[in-house]
């Protein structure tokens, strides 16, 4: 079964992303990782792709790990992808490699720009990618989506009427962008819903559990930070335990109003931590039941 048909089935699909181990680090930590996600349940588990866009796009082990987590842990894998860095000969390749190890599900993206890296040209937006693929049977498709706006659109208007191509190009699914505003995911569904984009959003949740992350994060993301978010950060500065939990509980009570208020889907970028992927799962596991 399709990622996309999962939410058919069930009244909130609740899924994990892992990210490959740095250069340098052996491929092995990963499998460490996911001994110890898989008892989790999680409906899918997403592997990210050449995040940051220094690799190699050619020697990105993300569809060797989306075969283990298939194989080896029977749990649905979303392998994501991007084409920034590639050609469609390129593409080529890694859709065939992804086809002989039986991974179906592509989570489609432009990919992040590289200021030292100059885009190849194939390729201008995911969903140029989306209709690539979509020529080819067998694969089924996901996108990303940004409950602000991306960073790189004038407004959030636009943003939607181009999240609208990329579903019309054939995204059947979409993942948001982290956020720690719930109200700024219900304006975005409600947006998208009025642009007639009507496949399940999963809501992107990543819990904060160190100072140098939220740093990292905003910087990356420009995600706004609501009064209640700051404060939690302020009073637990220097604290780390104290400031890991208050990330859990913040995350956890995220979830709690986004499943209250009937949200498709909770993407939780698990930042290859199981400690913190296990306190929420169990915080919220009844409620996946409901
Ligand atoms: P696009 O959908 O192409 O959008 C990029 C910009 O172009 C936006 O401003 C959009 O409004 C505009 N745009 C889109 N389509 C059109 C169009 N047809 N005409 C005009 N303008 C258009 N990065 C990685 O490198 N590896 C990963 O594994 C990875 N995983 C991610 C997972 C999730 C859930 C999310 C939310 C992001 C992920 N990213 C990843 C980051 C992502 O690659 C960047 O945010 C990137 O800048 C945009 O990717 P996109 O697929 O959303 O691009």
């Known amino acids: 079964m399709s990622i996309a048909n999962l939410f058919q089935k069930q009244s909130t699909v609740f899924s994990f992303e892992v990210f490959p181990p740095k250069r340098n680090s052996p491929i092995d930590t990963i499998y460490k990782t996911l001994d110890e996600l898989q008892d989790l349940k999680p409906d899918f588990i997403s592997v990210t792709y050449n995040a940051g866009g220094s690799g190699d796009p050619a020697k990105q082990p993300t569809c060797e790990i989306a075969s283990i987590i298939k194989e080896k842990y029977g749990i649905p894998p979303l392998a994501h992808l991007t084409c920034v860095n590639s050609t469609r000969e390129e593409i080529s390749i890694v859709l065939d490699e992804l086809k002989a190890k039986g991974v179906e599900d592509i989570l489609a993206l432009r990919g992040d720009i590289n200021p030292d890296v100059p885009p190849k040209t194939d390729f201008a937006h995911a969903s140029d990618l989306i209709t690539f693929i979509k020529g080819q049977s067998g694969f089924s498709l996901s996108g990303a989506c940004y409950p602000e706006g991306h960073c790189e659109c004038a407004d959030v208007v636009s943003d939607i009427h181009n999240l609208r191509k990329k579903v019309d190009a054939g995204a059947k699914h979409l993942i948001s962008q982290?956020?720690?505003?719930?109200?700024?995911?219900?304006?975005?569904?409600?947006?998208?819903?009025?642009?007639?984009?009507?496949?399940?959003?999963?809501?992107?949740?990543?819990?904060?559990?160190?100072?140098?992350?939220i740093e990292r994060m905003v910087s990356l993301c420009g995600a706004s930070l609501p009064p209640k978010f700051t404060k939690m950060i302020s009073r637990y500065d220097g604290h780390p335990e104290a400031l890991r939990d208050a990330g859990i509980a913040y995350a956890v009570d995220q979830i709690v109003d986004l499943i209250s208020n009937g949200v498709d889907?909770?993407?939780?970028?698990?930042?290859?931590?199981?400690?913190?992927?296990?306190?929420?799962?169990?915080?919220?596991?009844?409620l996946r039941t409901v």
Not at 191 to 202: H, L, M
Not at 203 to 211: E, L, T
Not at 269 to 285: D, Q
């Open 178 to 213: 982290l956020f720690f505003d719930n109200s700024a995911f219900y304006s975005f569904v409600e947006r998208a819903r009025i642009a007639g984009i009507d496949v399940p959003i999963e809501a992107g949740i990543m819990p904060v559990v160190n100072k140098n992350q």
């Open 265 to 286: 889907g909770i993407h939780l970028y698990t930042m290859n931590n199981p400690y913190v992927a296990r306190k929420i799962s169990e915080s919220i596991s009844s």
